[in-house]
């Protein structure tokens, strides 16, 4: 069993910045896929970003690269979105997800059906 414990939402003004934390519970949080979600108002849950169990490998989606950090520190079981140059449409609940079943070292996983346990969320509102 994983827990996950997402903070450091908020509400920020459009160019602003924030860092989202995830804290994983258990002693193979190394060897996890880790991703980031997100889910705005009357909208299904999209990608943003994902890593691998080494931190080598990084994923984005297109709407957010450039400005958002994937990162993960495995001493302290954490991941970390490091999200610059805010957007209204950033807006969202932002949810950490993990990937718990076998996988390749340098493998990021991109769908939310291959992930199998989930943070409740925080909320990031970007207002203009």
């Known amino acids: 069993q994983v827990q996950l414990v997402e903070s450091g939402g908020g509400l920020v003004q459009a160019g602003g910045s924030l860092r989202l934390s995830c804290a994983a519970s258990?002693?193979?949080?190394?060897?996890?896929?880790m991703g980031w979600f997100r889910q705005a108002p009357g909208k299904e849950r999209e990608f943003v970003a994902a890593i691998s169990r080494s931190g080598g490998n990084l994923y984005y989606a297109d709407s957010v690269k450039g400005r958002f950090t994937i990162s993960r520190d495995n001493a302290k079981n954490t991941v970390y979105l490091q999200m610059n140059s805010l957007k209204p449409e950033d807006t969202a609940v932002y949810y950490c997800?993990?990937?718990?079943?076998?996988?390749?070292?340098?493998?990021?996983?991109?769908?939310?059906?291959?992930?199998?346990?989930w943070g409740q969320g925080t909320q990031v509102t970007v207002s203009s």
């Open positions: 997800a993990a990937r718990t079943s076998s996988s390749l070292p340098g493998v990021v996983v991109l769908t939310s059906d291959d992930y199998n346990y």
């Open positions: 258990g002693r193979t949080f190394s060897s996890y896929p």
